[in-house]
């Protein structure tokens, strides 16, 4: 039998991560660029002969030394930062992990048996009836293995299982642990363990509920998103400091219904760091660039802690200082952070996912975070080569006051009433359709030879986002200025904004560090959660509610205007 040759060989020195389940982003992500997307050659040919190297001009340069290496085109000149292919699918699976459906209730119980996992209700000749529980519950017994099992409630194992309403409502309305403890008179950990089973019933839910996206009719209920992501604060104290760690939290929201798709929290709630910083020490990860370890998904315990001293070098508690900290709330430090590139890659995969593979064109419009527009630019890259998906990013002056934000907005009127000739209350008698159409006009005149992806200074001014700059990343030569404009008048955050605004008012961990005169510049909340878990629970069981609950105020939930529900959910169908 032959023997390969050491040019093709499967020893190759490689310059380019390896792929990983089929994923593998390591080429020219510029949608402008005549190689987008084309895979360039992944081995290392330094030294070879040149006549034996398969073509595949141009190659581009891989470059950089450290943590980081960088894939430099060699068309369009533009450099992106290796990823690892392993770790964006480590975190995908993870995310995915958290909405697979339970097994069955109404379901024989032995795992050995070829019944297991299938349910009564669906398969009714695999069971019989077998009396009655001392409950009264109906109980039934397998035909093949004999086992006999009975559904029942779902709280029957629960204390003070008329709390869990209370609980949910307070959780998501500002109330922290203390004074939930002093308002149901449940203890501390009897409050953890109802927000681990009020967040099971939202995960069962979310599950069964969130595969229909496949039935959404996204023409209808429209087809652009909001991307962004703000920053939470999870108290991290030891002996002789207090910080607060900074925990991204990254949302994607539906624009026209409000429909949050996906949420995510920085942290993996599971993982201990001692372990990680174990396994990266055996397979040599520190020697290596970041895009070529076996783990490159979370932060190793070492770079955690050099972190903590960073963010707590001047920062100490004195001996005779009370701590403002209620010991009693705190549970055991655990997890890990996760690499805010991974994050945003494993979350743009997922709403890949969750989007399906029709021929609909999909408008994100994103933070202006480079390393967003990059994920999304990776998932989606397929549907922008079919010129089915745009991207586009937003930003604007957050640090506006509210006078100048009213000031500016005047001066947006104004200037559309100049660039229009349009009276203001002939623009004030106009329906928003009409209102639209003609700001559309009046931007596509202002664009004419713009240059193709160049940023755009939004010159009507909204109190939301004042001074406006847009680029559309996808941009290209044969969009015409209509769409153009069209895109930019829609290239808005408001949606996932709003959100975030109510995530702030309503959990009460995720309000802002406020500062004290006798704090020393430190920011600490002894109403902060301690336990990443915890975070993440409430976050999704937030989310939850924004989706399919609402408010009392809620007539239309977002689940039901993207066509998901029929009508609100309620916490009687929620525990029941």
């Not at 996808?474 to 008048?489: C, F, I, K, V």
């Not at 605004?501 to 802002?512: C, T």
Request: net charge positive.
């Amino acid at each position: 039998m032959g023997t390969l040759s050491k040019n093709s060989s499967s020893d190759q020195r490689r310059r380019l991560p390896l792929p990983s389940f089929g994923i593998d982003i390591s080429f020219c992500r510029n949608p402008q660029c005549s190689l987008f997307m084309e895979p360039p050659d992944p081995f290392d040919n330094r030294g070879k002969n040149g006549a034996k190297v398969k073509s595949n001009f141009p190659r581009g340069t891989v470059s950089g030394s450290g943590d980081e290496k960088t894939f430099i085109c060699g068309a369009c000149g533009k450099s992106s930062i290796l990823k690892n292919n392993k770790a964006i699918v480590e975190e995908y699976r993870r995310l995915r992990s958290k909405f697979r459906p339970e097994a069955p209730r109404d379901a024989c119980t032995n795992v050995e048996c070829a019944n297991h996992g299938k349910s009564a209700a669906e398969h009714p000749k695999l069971y019989r009836k077998s009396g009655w529980t001392a409950n009264g519950v109906q109980r039934r017994k397998c035909k093949a293995c004999l086992t006999s099992f009975s559904v029942g409630s779902r709280i029957r194992r629960q204390k003070r299982s008329s709390a869990n309403n209370a609980v949910l409502w307070m959780i998501t309305n500002g109330t922290p642990i203390s004074k939930i403890c002093d308002f149901t008179g449940l203890s501390a950990r009897d409050v953890y363990a109802k927000i681990d089973f009020i967040h099971d019933r939202v995960i069962d839910i979310t599950t069964r509920r969130e595969g229909l996206f496949e039935k959404v009719d996204w023409i209808a209920v429209g087809r652009r998103f909001a991307t962004d992501s703000q920053t939470l604060h999870l108290n991290w104290p030891n002996k002789k400091t207090r910080a607060q760690i900074a925990v991204h939290h990254l949302c994607t929201a539906h624009a026209n219904t409000g429909y949050i798709m996906a949420a995510h929290v920085g942290l993996d709630p599971e993982l201990e760091l001692p372990d990680i910083e174990a396994q990266m020490v055996t397979a040599g990860d520190f020697g290596l660039p970041r895009a070529y370890r076996q783990q490159a998904r979370v932060w190793s315990e070492t770079e955690f802690k050099a972190y903590l001293d960073k963010i707590t070098r001047k920062v100490a508690i004195h001996p005779q200082e009370a701590p403002e900290v209620d010991l009693g709330l705190q549970l055991p430090h655990r997890g890990a952070m996760l690499r805010q590139d991974i994050m945003q890659l494993a979350h743009a995969f997922l709403l890949r996912k969750f989007l399906g593979k029709g021929d609909e064109r999909f408008v994100f419009v994103l933070d202006a975070d480079s390393g967003l527009a990059l994920s999304f630019i990776s998932a989606f890259a397929s549907r922008i080569a079919k010129e089915l998906a745009d991207v586009i990013v937003v930003r604007f002056d957050k640090n506006k006051s509210n006078d100048q934000r009213n000031s500016l907005v005047a001066e947006g009127k104004a200037a559309l009433e100049a660039a229009s000739g349009i009276s203001s209350s002939t623009w004030a008698a106009m329906t928003a359709t009409e209102a639209a159409e003609q700001t559309d006009l009046v931007i596509e005149g202002m664009l004419g030879t713009y240059p193709v992806g160049m940023p755009f200074d939004w010159p009507f001014h909204t109190k939301s986002e004042p001074s406006r700059e847009i680029r559309i990343i996808t941009d290209r030569p044969g969009m015409s200025n209509d769409r153009r404009a069209r895109l930019m008048r829609l290239a808005t955050l408001r949606s996932v904004d709003s959100y975030f605004h109510k995530v702030r008012s309503n959990l009460r961990f995720a309000a802002r560090p406020g500062h004290t005169p006798s704090g020393n510049g430190q920011t600490w909340d002894r109403h902060y959660l301690y336990n990443p878990e915890t975070m993440a629970k409430i976050v999704e069981i937030y989310r939850f509610r924004h989706n399919w609950m609402g408010s009392s105020s809620t007539k239309i939930t977002p689940a039901m205007k993207l066509g998901l529900a029929k009508g609100k959910i309620y916490p009687k169908d929620l525990f029941g």
